[in-house]
Every structure is written in C-alpha cells, then in structure tokens.
C-alpha cells in the first residue's frame, strides 16, 4: 500500500472516528446528567406495576438509545439501568439484560449512525447515487422486521419472567436540573438531525460541544472524569489499513467466492449468512470491513451484509463489541447468564430476527 492509498483509507475512516469519539462523549456526559436513569425511572411509572408493560417500555428505550446513539451507548449505558432497575423492583434481570444486549445489535440498522458498519457503508451507498436518504428507505422494512423478531424471541423464551407484577416504583437519584434537561434536549435533537442526512461527525460534535460546555459551568469534575476511547479508535483506523492491505495481497477472491453474486433471494440470503458466520468467528467489524469489497455493487447486496453483521452477531461473546461492553457491565452487578444458554438463545434470535430481516429487504426490493 502506497502513501496515496493509506491517505484514500485514512481519509474514509476519520469522519466515522471522529462521529465515535463524539457520540462517546455525549453519550457519557448524558449518562452523568441522569437522562438514562430518568428514563429508566419512567418507564417504572408509567409500567403502572405491570412487568410485561415495563419491560416494553425498556424495549422502546432501547431501540430508541440504539438508533439515536448507537449500539455501544446501549450496551455501556443502558444495561447498567435495566439491571438496577430489575433490582429494585424485585424481577429478573435476565429478560432486561438480554433486551439491552440484543436490541443494541438488532436495532443498529435504521440509521447510519446507529452503527459503526452503517456509517462505513454509507460512503458505498453514496457511489452507489443512493445516498443517506436512500439507505434511510433500504433499511426501514429490516429494520422494523428485525426489532419485531428480537422481541417475539425475548417475549416466547422470558414470558414467565415478566408475567406478574411489581410492588415499588424505583426512586430516581437527585440529577443537576439544568444539566440535565440540556442533555435531554441534546439527545432528542441529534436523531432527527441524524435522520434528515447531516453528517453525523458535525451534527456530534456540535452536541459533543454544547454538553461539554453545560458541564463546564456546573462540575468540571464530571468532564474530567469523560472516558474518550482514542485507544479504540485508532485501533480501528489500524484495524482498516490491515484489512485494506489483506484485499490487495489476495484476500478478495476467496471472500468473493465466499458472498457469490447477484441480488437474487438466494444471493442475498448467502450475503447475509456469510456475514453473520464472519462476525461471530471473528467480530462484526472486521468482518464488514472485509466483506465490503465484495458486496458493494449493488445496494440489495450491502444491506443484506448489515443485515448479517449487524442483527447475527448473537452467538459468540466477541462477536461485536457492544457484546464484551454488555458483557463488563453484567459482571459488575454480579449478573452471569451461561455462555452456553447465551449461544443457544442469541442463535435463536439471529436466526429469528435476521430471517426476518431479510425476507423484508427481499420484499422491498
């Protein structure tokens, strides 16, 4: 690889960092300001003691924290709420703790931000002339398709754990008002700013910047205490210049010959299987990063490999980083589900959520 060529990647891969490390910081200082534990703290309300409301009020939470701030945010976020909660209320944490780790994979299509893999394909969207509104119409049926299997699987397999009823409503911890209600308004702003094809490296840093700002004035602690991931991100920038350099010293034929061809119900169902095989031997971002080159010659053909990397990626516990970042966060609350029991059931809804998934991309197109 040249200098001009690792420009051309570098080039590729800095706004989807820069996006990362912002959201990451919205995210945190949000955190801090109390919107997931207010949130959180709603849904016990407005459950009205019922488990089975509550637990779909999380759900919406859920996806609406995927979409709109990404798996990861999810996965590091919102678990650590679903457990507490299901503490003070006495219920299992299982049913809430799969919600969050489930849904922060399955409900990362709609938007190119909710995933890391989605950002990377909207350059491949936008050569294809589709673009960000164009992807936005590809993966509305998946998308959808792909929540509703997730919560029909969680539902059959947890439905004795969330009959019944809960006695106490959970008590919110005290929050700085002004912080939060700006984090609040920050974090309902960026969606539909995302939505309508701002680039998301400019819409989060603007808001990276206001709630930085906010927490400024009203505790400079907790902006210290702000975890920027540049460890990862620049792993991720190396992660990409491997990969790139892998493709060009022979690595494409075999991964051609792997995803085949076409758009046909059948080409698009290997699509779709190659990915989620190569996210859950390995992890769902190399596997996309490597399976791109393959794949991106139509859209039909880039979305079923979302579909594969992003929604599959259920059975290994390395298979996406949204599941070691859930995973952390279980075993500080003291919550361990079996690796075994978590293969069998994420197999389950991959296969569920994924099938779901394709069959509407299949429909749509």
Not at 280 to 287: D, K, R
Request: aromatic share 6%; net charge positive; with cysteine.
């Amino acid at each position: 690889m040249n200098a001009a060529e690792l420009g051309d990647v570098l080039l590729r891969v800095l706004p989807v960092l820069l996006f990362f490390l912002a959201i990451t910081v919205v995210a945190e200082i949000a955190d801090a300001a109390g919107v997931f534990d207010v949130a959180g703290h709603w849904a016990t309300r407005a459950g009205r003691h019922r488990t089975p409301v509550l637990w779909l009020l999380f759900v919406l939470v859920a996806v609406a924290c995927t979409v709109v701030l990404s798996l990861d945010t999810t996965a590091v976020l919102l678990t650590p709420v679903g457990l507490a909660i299901a503490a003070q209320l006495e219920i299992s944490p299982v049913p809430f703790a799969l919600t969050t780790l489930w849904l922060a994979n399955t409900a990362s299509l709609l938007l190119p931000v909710s995933n890391l893999t989605n950002l990377l394909a909207l350059h491949h969207f936008e050569l294809l002339g589709v673009g960000h509104a164009g992807y936005v119409r590809i993966a509305v049926l998946p998308a959808v398709a792909a929540v509703v299997g997730t919560v029909l699987v969680l539902y059959v397999l947890h439905r004795r754990e969330l009959a019944g009823r809960y006695l106490p409503d959970a008590p919110p911890n005290p929050h700085d008002q002004v912080l939060l209600r700006v984090s609040a308004a920050v974090c309902v702003a960026v969606g539909p700013l995302f939505a309508v094809g701002l680039p998301p490296a400019w819409v989060s840093g603007v808001a990276a910047a206001v709630l930085v700002g906010t927490a400024w004035t009203r505790d400079r602690g907790l902006v210290r205490r702000v975890a920027v991931p540049w460890k990862m991100a620049l792993a991720v920038a190396a992660l990409f210049v491997v990969i790139d350099a892998a493709l060009q010293l022979g690595l494409k034929p075999a991964l051609a010959s792997l995803a085949g061809d076409g758009t046909s119900t059948a080409a698009l169902a290997r699509v779709a299987g190659s990915g989620a095989l190569a996210a859950n031997a390995v992890n769902n971002l190399p596997a996309y990063i490597a399976l791109e080159a393959v794949t991106a010659d139509a859209p039909q053909r880039l979305m079923a490999l979302l579909i594969g990397v992003n929604v599959a990626p259920l059975v290994t516990p390395w298979a996406s980083l949204a599941t070691l970042l859930w995973a952390q966060r279980c075993r500080t609350r003291g919550i361990r589900i079996p690796v075994r029991s978590l293969a069998v059931q994420g197999l389950l809804c991959a296969v569920v959520a994924g099938g779901l998934a394709l069959g509407a991309l299949v429909l749509r197109a």
